[in-house]
């Protein structure tokens, strides 16, 4: 059959193809909606696909919403392929869009390629790594570590060991205290309890929060008293206290201080007293002022030839 389109038809984008990965089986049931307020539970906590975001927390979370409403004649299934694409986003959303058109059909589907895709065999390995290496923190309380492995099991739901081998790995994750603790609760050895025994008496151990086995640090008081102190370091403490308090001091005063005045400087007349300089003394009429210097300089030659410097020459 030939084809009568244009050029500038067939050169048009398609508009066809756009079908989504999921396939949502048909609802038959009459007013069915989805309300607002379920969607924006789910918009709330978006997974982003990020490294340490946790695809198994998210599906639960997930489940745990979409349970919260019921719709007549609608199955929950339907309910979850629906609302799953409005919980994603970033790099999650991608993936989504980038799964072949009608290549999930059940919501196991869509759990089994989400979860493989976010949740790498490598990843695995390294939660059964932790759980298999876990310790207990020196600065642990023995609730504490208990949910600290609770949660490493959680985020590997898959990590296939057996409670046999959960249990025996946390006793041996223990300190000292906290495994005699569960010896004297079993009255002996702890590994010598059926494992249910055992879980039973860890649960009820970890219920006591505040029951803790980290060593005691010692505070030193600010009042203790110094008598024990050698002479040098007292000495050395009083000198730091002066240097500061006079550091204190210096700031508390003010930034700037005016200068004290100067007091004008006095004339006094070396002659006779007067408050005028020895120049404008009337004392010194004529040649009064050069006889009275005379004079001086005559008794000085005379005291110092009395005392024998003959060679002295006014």
Not at 218 to 245: H, N, R, Y
Not at 254 to 280: D, I, L, M, R
Request: net charge negative; hydrophobic share 35%; charged share 20%.
């Amino acid at each position: 059959m030939d084809d009568n389109r244009t050029m500038a038809q067939l050169l048009e984008a398609p508009t066809e193809g756009y079908e989504d990965a999921i396939v949502v089986p048909e609802i038959n049931a009459n007013n069915f909606e989805i309300k607002h307020g379920l969607l924006n539970l789910v918009q709330n906590k978006q997974f982003f696909g990020h490294d340490k975001e946790d695809p198994h927390a998210h599906i639960r979370y997930f489940n745990k919403i979409t349970s919260t409403m019921k719709f007549p004649n609608v199955p929950s299934t339907s309910v979850k392929l629906m609302l799953f694409p409005f919980s994603l986003e970033g790099a999650a959303r991608i993936w989504l869009d980038k799964e072949p058109p009608q290549s999930i059909l059940t919501w196991d589907d869509l759990v089994s390629k989400f979860i493989n895709k976010f949740f790498p065999p490598s990843k695995t390995t390294n939660l059964r790594n932790e759980i298999t290496r876990f310790q207990q923190r020196f600065d642990e309380s023995f609730y504490e570590a208990w949910d600290c492995f609770n949660d490493l099991l959680r985020a590997c739901p898959h990590h296939g060991f057996l409670e046999l081998h959960q249990l025996d790995t946390f006793y041996n994750a223990l300190n000292t205290n906290d495994q005699d603790s569960l010896n004297s609760a079993a009255g002996g050895n702890f590994l010598d309890k059926m494992p249910r025994e055992c879980l039973k008496i860890i649960e009820s151990k970890s219920k006591v929060r505040n029951s803790r086995s980290k060593p005691v640090v010692a505070k030193v008081s600010t009042s203790t008293s110094t008598s024990g102190i050698s002479p040098d370091v007292s000495e050395l403490k009083d000198m730091v206290k002066a240097l500061l308090l006079d550091k204190k001091n210096q700031s508390q005063a003010p930034a700037h201080q005016t200068p004290a005045p100067v007091k004008a400087v006095e004339q006094s007349c070396v002659t006779c007293g007067g408050g005028h300089s020895y120049q404008n003394c009337p004392a010194t009429d004529g040649n009064i002022y050069r006889d009275n210097i005379q004079e001086y300089v005559s008794q000085a030659a005379a005291v110092n030839y009395n005392q024998g410097n003959a060679s002295y020459r006014p």
